[in-house]
């Protein structure tokens, strides 16, 4: 009888340890997700922007593993566990006693289900200023960009056209970076002579970020250039800035004790995340405290206390290493943590002595991009920025997307996005999806 590994999530993480199980002789795997498709989050801001469609970056989950006949896809939300009884209860119950189709057992877990914003105990803020997570909420922040520039050309009060022109973008890690970025080039040169009442690069775009510096973990000669590079572009950058208060129409930001109120219609939020309600979910059926985000802390090789055939990786989780460094929450570690899981459950299939006792993670580098031809990147002990970087930085961000399919979309549009300054992806529906998907 095949040994059945059950997978929650198809991230990065997810994704990576499925196709390391894949056509694996005795292992059958069950990929369950709420979305039917694997998206790559990293290129999330260039649909908030405006630059790509969902399509380009995002690729059905059945359609990657329709060649895998041991690998099969649920779509489902996962709301519980039964860790004694080796099972995993989805939502989408009869109203009656649990059916079949609604409890998933398993001989190994491996539990990928991400993050999300992260407010810091001020959830109410989500309305008001919305994160960047989801294919939902990139639409969402393109919807709310191009609107407001619209609105701003029928608007006759000059206040309130100052303020629908202003885009305040909270965090500036590689996210608000970007969202910053995108958002100046836009107002400067896509919507260049597009309106007669506006001249959209008026438009004010600010980047507020509580740490000293943007991009707080890259090496401080790199956030120096980040930072020159988007002052060059005309976004304002206030470090050592906090945000105290948010309401419908304006912002109060908090800096060396003075407070400052910013009259905008447009809050983006891109400071911080959080671990996913599965991670509380976990903590609370194992008796185990979640640490700082609300992520759950993991045995060295990626198990949960008390249960050796559970694993959990990715966003959710907390690992510290033996050079005392706290694996990242990134794409990289995810999906090396993905195939070291995938590893152990093999080794214990096939009867091996000896499994993978410890998950070491491998740096491999870090790229950020600002705008065009702009970037920095730290690999190994190289650390360099400008265009170089942002060659690096596409290649890399090309390489990594799932299909050959999505590799060549995403070529065709940056390279027709690189000679136009278009953005061809920015029609306004009511429901804000735009064109292309």
Same mark, same amino acid.
């Given at each position: ?24 002789? =005795? ?57 004694? =009884? ?193 991670? =509380? ?11 700082? =985000? ?144």
């Amino acid at each position: 009888m095949s040994h059945h590994v059950v997978i929650i999530g198809g991230g990065f993480g997810g994704l990576a340890a499925a196709r390391a199980l894949r056509r694996k002789d =005795g292992i059958r795997v069950t990929l369950i997700d709420r979305q039917n498709y694997h998206l790559f989050q990293p290129l999330l801001y260039q649909v908030a922007s405006g630059g790509l469609s969902p399509a380009n970056i995002a690729y059905p989950l059945r359609t990657i593993f329709k060649k895998n006949k041991n690998i099969g896809v649920l779509l489902g939300d996962v709301i519980d566990f039964d860790l004694d =009884g080796r099972c995993v209860i989805l939502a989408n119950g009869t109203g009656d006693e649990e059916s079949l189709q609604n409890r998933v057992s398993y001989d190994s877990l491996i539990i990928a289900s991400g993050a999300v914003n992260h407010y810091f105990g001020n959830d109410d803020w989500e309305k008001t200023a919305p994160g960047l997570k989801t294919i939902d909420d990139a639409k969402a922040i393109r919807r709310k960009i191009f609107l407001s520039f619209e609105r701003a050309e029928r608007e006759t009060d000059e206040a309130r056209r100052r303020a629908l022109c202003t885009f305040v973008v909270v965090g500036a890690g590689a996210t608000g970076v970007e969202l910053a970025g995108a958002i100046r080039e836009i107002a400067v040169h896509t919507l260049r002579e597009e309106f007669r009442r506006i001249q959209p690069d008026n438009a004010r775009v600010l980047l507020v970020e509580f740490a000293d510096r943007v991009l707080p973990p890259y090496d401080e000669k790199l956030s120096g250039a980040a930072e020159r590079s988007l002052r060059r572009m005309g976004v304002e950058v206030r470090t050592g800035a906090k945000v105290t208060a948010l309401h419908e129409g304006c912002v109060e930001i908090e800096k060396g004790g003075a407070s400052e109120i910013i009259e905008t219609e447009n809050v983006l939020w891109a400071a911080g995340i959080a671990a996913s309600p599965l991670a =509380g979910l976990l903590a609370d059926k194992t008796g185990t405290k979640v640490a700082r =985000g609300g992520r759950f802390p993991v045995e060295p090789n990626l198990t949960i206390p008390g249960h050796p055939e559970v694993f959990a990786i990715g966003d959710m989780t907390y690992l510290m290493q033996e050079n005392e460094k706290l694996v990242p929450g990134v794409a990289p570690a995810a999906m090396q943590q993905g195939e070291f899981a995938a590893r152990v459950i093999e080794a214990r299939v096939r009867g091996r002595k000896k499994e993978p006792a410890k998950f070491r993670y491998i740096d491999r580098g870090s790229m950020a991009t600002i705008g065009r031809a702009a970037a920095v990147a730290e690999v190994g002990k190289l650390r360099f920025d400008g265009y170089p970087a942002w060659l690096a930085w596409l290649f890399l961000h090309v390489m990594m997307l799932v299909t050959f399919q999505n590799r060549i979309l995403v070529l065709v549009q940056w390279a027709w996005n690189y000679l136009t300054w278009s953005r061809s992806a920015r029609l306004i529906t009511r429901d804000g999806r735009a064109g292309g998907e």
